[in-house]
């Protein structure tokens, strides 16, 4: 995956968030200005926008959680702590819920979408994404992997996203830590598993050449030290 440009580190998914926001800054500021000349091409990428945002920012979720986020969910979320508790998604036999938890940033991010971006879409639904026609917006996954190619020329879609934050997180948090990242993620990932396998296997093969060279004392260093002469 990462040969073929399939795998991102969570720095270069960062930049991709920095990479389009001075135009969804723009296209937010001419909608409120201006919003009879706003280009709907523009309208059309501030979905896209916050559609990437809330994967990469919020929650590395299934596209489901977001594609039936409605704005009564958000203005809820105001008066609730930022907690959004979702029962439509793909796991929701096992987990019951789907939470997101929405920070004053997320929320400014959601704020700038709904107040002065949506209207002009003239939306047809209570879903908050919604496409140029106005109705539920489906294809959310196209539209990260389309943003992400366009900030770092990398093919990373959300199932991919979370494999990367799963294997990611081996390196930087404890055993329980990656334990509640990943149920939360509500995701089981093939190439993550494999991924621990692999991690697992080194470590058992670093940690079993010490207990060889240890096994064979100070003659296998001199071993070693005629090798290297010859």
């Known amino acids: 995956l990462e040969a073929r440009g399939h795998w991102a580190t969570m720095e270069e998914l960062l930049q991709v968030v920095t990479f389009h926001l001075p135009r969804y800054e723009n296209t937010v500021k001419s909608c ?3 919003p009879d000349q706003v280009n709907p ?3 059309t990428f501030a979905t896209k926008f916050v559609a990437t945002y809330l994967f990469i920012k919020v929650k590395g979720s299934r596209p489901m959680t977001y594609q039936y986020l409605t704005v009564d969910m958000v203005k809820t979320a105001k008066e609730n702590g930022g907690f959004i508790d979702q029962k439509k998604f793909k796991t929701a036999e096992k987990y019951g819920f789907d939470s997101l938890i929405l920070t004053e940033t997320s929320m400014h991010v959601l704020d700038g979408y709904i107040t002065l971006v949506r209207p002009l879409l003239k939306p047809q639904c209570d879903f908050v994404l919604v496409t140029r026609n106005g109705g539920q917006h489906s294809k959310l996954g196209d539209v990260m992997s389309k943003l992400v190619f366009d900030a770092i020329g ?3 879609h959300p ?5 990367i934050v799963e294997t990611q997180s ?3 948090l ?7 990242l990943s149920e939360d993620q509500k995701h089981s990932s093939a190439v993550a598993k494999v991924h621990y396998q692999k991690q697992r296997s080194r470590e058992v093969a670093v940690k079993a050449h010490e207990c060889l060279q240890k096994l064979q004392g100070s003659r296998g ?4 030290n005629d090798v290297n002469a010859r």
């Open 32 to 34: 409120s200005t201006d």
């Open 41 to 43: 091409s523009d309208l």
């Open 154 to 156: 990398k093919y990373v």
């Open 159 to 163: 199932t991919r996203y979370r494999q």
């Open 170 to 172: 081996v390196n930087v």
């Open 174 to 180: 404890t055993a329980a830590e990656q334990r509640i």
């Open 221 to 224: 260093s001199e071993v070693d």
